[in-house]
């Protein structure tokens, strides 16, 4: 067994070998009691209480019986399937806020530099916004203790920002303008965690969405943006799912449902103590004669799925990019009075033709179920497209044109997309390991804000950016930290290095959907996208009959003439 292995198992094989002492040791005292303990642990309804208690009355020294339970949780659900999980009480909050639309906080975006907050944003209408505090501040006190040069991590920033609505905390910044330490006293408030990262309209008004996650807000979210998109006369919408590892089924249900005519099946779930349930559109979709194209790749997980395949098995849309990543199990919440929860599988859905997309796992700890992703890379999957091996016994076909569609492992998309490998060099390589391209950007856009702030759009920005050769400014920032200047290879490498570069620029000046925007101009599935869309070509189309081998021609013709 290799060490990766080991230390993956250390903590189930300490949680075995405990309870087999424990268990020798109460078969030695059973003998020394005449049985009575045993008696107890065999005749108990719930047998781990029993083991508990037993633990706790005899055991020989004092244990700390909540610390075991909480350890043990993890490993009770590991042995159910890859996704039932426990979350600790404090982490509730953290996983909950990001689907439910808000958390209460003060209102940044920050990055962690050389040991210092950095704001990057400060969210419009937010606490700290109202306070004064500004993109390009440092916070280096928090309530009076210092706050920076002291190994401060990402978890304990949130910690010490984060906080019950209502609640004050006192932040000493640095502020490039200032001399003296500027103190601000903020009061917490309820700050919103969108879903969707950018949503505008191209230049010939095809609109774009990016969804990051289906929350209790993207539906609201979304019938904004295609408020805005019609009122401007939007031609066809493509929704990047890319990345998107899911999250509530019923946000999923009522994005489908505006794309859907009325009495389509969206999704159907069932399970051994979960009767049938099955989703239908209502006919109130407000795009239902919209051309439509969304992007998948391995990333694209459970709800993400359920939408592409409701789109997919109703012939309503084109999917473009990679296969998605094959989560079709249906998780339900389940709180403890401490304040902890569970995530426990209840339920396999199926999209509209009856497949299941769940792909094949083993129950307890699946290490080839945990590793797919990098199986699929290694066998060329993300390349190519005919790495992909369809298994003919999970074969469905779509509702209205009878298209061939595959369950037992992901959304394969009607037009493969693969991975850009394009500039990809060791030099390139080395900048992305090495995190001096981000580093480069953060210090760039930091110290040139006022400037760059000019700028309001991302080809003005762009423009300028062309002109200060910052491209070039990188490499030697680079070649400073030790990465060895290679002409050849940044030659080879220059557009990717170039585009990178730039978004993160116009990520830290103009914010995320600006980045996006940019980054979409040169991105491979977005313009095969927008391709589909100009040539409308956006709706599904029959498959063509497939010619006949000549085994199957000789085998007819035998029959005829018999």
Same mark, same amino acid.
Not at 20 to 38: F, N
Not at 68 to 74: D, F, L, V
Not at 469 to 474: A, H, I, N, R
Not at 530 to 555: F, G, T
């Given at each position: 067994?290799?060490?990766?292995?080991?230390?993956?198992?250390?903590?189930?094989?300490?949680?075995?070998?405990?309870?087999?002492?424990?268990?020798?040791?109460?078969?030695?005292?059973?003998?020394?009691?005449?049985?009575?303990?045993?008696?107890?642990?065999?005749?108990?309804?719930?047998?781990?209480?029993?083991?508990?208690?037993?633990?706790?009355?005899?055991?020989?020294?004092?244990?700390?019986?909540?610390? +075991?339970?909480?350890? &043990?949780?993890?490993?009770?659900?590991?042995?159910?399937?890859?996704?039932?999980?426990? !979350?600790?009480?404090?982490?509730?909050?953290?996983?909950?806020?990001?689907?439910?639309?808000?958390?209460?906080?003060?209102?940044?975006?920050?990055? !962690?530099?050389?040991?210092?907050?950095?704001?990057?944003?400060?969210?419009?209408?937010?606490?700290?916004?109202?306070?004064?505090?500004?993109?390009?501040?440092?916070?280096?006190?928090?309530?009076?203790?210092?706050?920076?040069?002291?190994?401060?991590?990402?978890?304990?920033?949130?910690?010490?920002?984060?906080?019950?609505?209502?609640?004050?905390?006192?932040?000493?910044?640095?502020?490039?303008?200032?001399?003296?330490?500027?103190?601000?006293?903020?009061? %917490?408030?309820?700050?919103?965690?969108?879903?969707?990262? &950018?949503?505008?309209?191209?230049?010939?008004?095809?609109?774009?969405?990016?969804?990051?996650?289906?929350?209790?807000?993207?539906?609201?979210?979304? =019938?904004?943006?295609?408020?805005?998109?019609? @009122?401007?006369?939007?031609?066809? +919408?493509?929704?990047?799912?890319?990345?998107?590892?899911?999250? *509530?089924?019923?946000?999923?249900?009522? +994005?489908?449902?505006?794309?859907?005519?009325?009495?389509?099946? !969206?999704?159907?779930?069932?399970?051994? @103590?979960?009767?049938?349930?099955?989703?239908?559109?209502?006919?109130?979709?407000?795009?239902?004669? #919209?051309?439509?194209?969304?992007?998948?790749?391995?990333?694209? &997980?459970?709800?993400?799925?359920?939408?592409?395949?409701?789109?997919?098995?109703?012939?309503?849309?084109?999917?473009?990019?990679?296969?998605?990543?094959?989560?079709?199990?249906?998780?339900?919440?389940?709180?403890? $009075?401490?304040?902890?929860?569970? %995530?426990?599988?209840?339920?396999?859905?199926?999209?509209?033709?009856?497949?299941?997309?769940?792909?094949?796992?083993?129950?307890? $700890?699946?290490?080839? *179920?945990? #590793?797919?992703?990098?199986?699929?890379?290694?066998?060329?999957?993300?390349?190519?497209?005919?790495? !992909?091996?369809?298994?003919?016994?999970?074969?469905?076909?779509?509702?209205?044109?009878?298209?061939?569609?595959?369950?037992?492992?992901?959304?394969?998309?009607?037009?493969?997309?693969?991975?850009?490998?394009?500039?990809?060099?060791?030099?390139?390589?080395?900048?992305?390991?090495?995190?001096?391209?981000?580093?480069? &950007?953060?210090?760039?856009?930091?110290?040139?804000?006022? =400037?760059?702030?000019?700028?309001?759009?991302?080809?003005?920005?762009?423009?300028?950016?062309?002109?200060?050769?910052?491209?070039?400014?990188?490499?030697?920032?680079?070649?400073?930290?030790?990465?060895?200047?290679? $002409?050849?290879?940044?030659?080879?490498?220059?557009?990717?290095?170039? $585009?990178?570069?730039?978004?993160?620029?116009? @990520?830290?000046?103009?914010?995320?959907?600006?980045?996006?925007?940019?980054?979409?101009?040169?991105?491979?599935?977005?313009?095969?996208?927008?391709?589909?869309?100009?040539?409308?070509?956006?709706?599904?189309?029959?498959?063509?009959?497939?010619?006949?081998?000549?085994?199957?021609?000789?085998?007819?013709?035998?029959?005829?003439?018999?």
């Amino acid at each position: 067994m290799n060490s990766m292995n080991f230390n993956r198992f250390t903590p189930f094989i300490i949680s075995v070998s405990i309870a087999a002492g424990i268990v020798i040791g109460i078969s030695y005292t059973r003998h020394a009691t005449g049985g009575a303990l045993g008696g107890i642990i065999s005749t108990s309804p719930t047998k781990i209480n029993a083991l508990l208690r037993v633990i706790t009355d005899q055991y020989v020294d004092t244990v700390n019986i909540p610390q +075991i339970i909480e350890k &043990a949780m993890p490993q009770i659900l590991g042995e159910l399937d890859p996704h039932s999980t426990y !979350i600790p009480a404090q982490n509730l909050e953290e996983v909950t806020s990001e689907l439910e639309g808000s958390f209460s906080g003060i209102g940044i975006q920050f990055t !962690i530099q050389e040991d210092t907050i950095h704001v990057n944003s400060v969210i419009a209408g937010g606490p700290s916004e109202k306070v004064g505090l500004l993109p390009g501040d440092r916070i280096v006190t928090v309530n009076d203790s210092l706050f920076a040069g002291i190994g401060i991590s990402y978890e304990q920033v949130l910690r010490n920002l984060k906080g019950a609505k209502g609640s004050h905390v006192k932040l000493g910044v640095k502020r490039a303008s200032e001399q003296e330490l500027l103190e601000f006293d903020i009061t %917490r408030g309820d700050i919103p965690q969108n879903t969707i990262d &950018a949503a505008y309209l191209t230049d010939d008004n095809y609109g774009v969405i990016q969804l990051t996650k289906f929350g209790r807000t993207s539906h609201i979210e979304l =019938l904004n943006a295609i408020a805005r998109f019609k @009122h401007k006369g939007c031609k066809g +919408i493509i929704v990047d799912l890319r990345g998107n590892t899911g999250g *509530y089924m019923e946000a999923a249900v009522r +994005i489908a449902n505006e794309f859907l005519p009325a009495n389509e099946l !969206i999704v159907y779930a069932q399970g051994e @103590h979960y009767p049938r349930t099955e989703e239908y559109a209502n006919g109130s979709g407000s795009c239902q004669d #919209m051309p439509l194209v969304i992007l998948t790749d391995e990333g694209s &997980a459970s709800a993400s799925e359920i939408f592409a395949g409701a789109i997919q098995d109703n012939d309503r849309g084109m999917i473009v990019g990679r296969r998605s990543f094959g989560k079709g199990l249906v998780q339900q919440p389940v709180e403890f $009075n401490d304040g902890s929860a569970i %995530r426990l599988t209840i339920a396999r859905y199926y999209t509209p033709s009856g497949r299941c997309i769940q792909r094949p796992y083993k129950s307890g $700890n699946d290490y080839q *179920y945990e #590793m797919d992703l990098l199986t699929r890379y290694e066998h060329g999957e993300y390349f190519s497209r005919d790495s !992909i091996k369809q298994d003919e016994s999970v074969r469905y076909a779509t509702r209205k044109l009878g298209r061939s569609v595959y369950g037992g492992g992901g959304i394969m998309p009607d037009i493969f997309v693969p991975q850009d490998t394009i500039g990809i060099t060791s030099y390139w390589m080395e900048l992305r390991r090495s995190q001096l391209l981000l580093q480069f &950007a953060f210090r760039y856009s930091d110290n040139n804000r006022a =400037l760059l702030s000019q700028y309001k759009t991302e080809e003005e920005l762009t423009k300028y950016l062309h002109r200060q050769g910052v491209v070039e400014q990188l490499i030697r920032f680079a070649q400073s930290k030790g990465v060895k200047r290679r $002409n050849i290879l940044i030659q080879k490498s220059y557009r990717i290095i170039e $585009n990178n570069l730039y978004t993160n620029i116009i @990520h830290n000046i103009l914010g995320t959907e600006a980045a996006i925007k940019y980054a979409n101009q040169s991105d491979p599935t977005v313009l095969e996208a927008l391709k589909l869309l100009r040539d409308n070509e956006a709706y599904p189309q029959a498959e063509e009959p497939q010619a006949l081998s000549m085994q199957d021609e000789e085998r007819i013709n035998s029959f005829q003439i018999k």
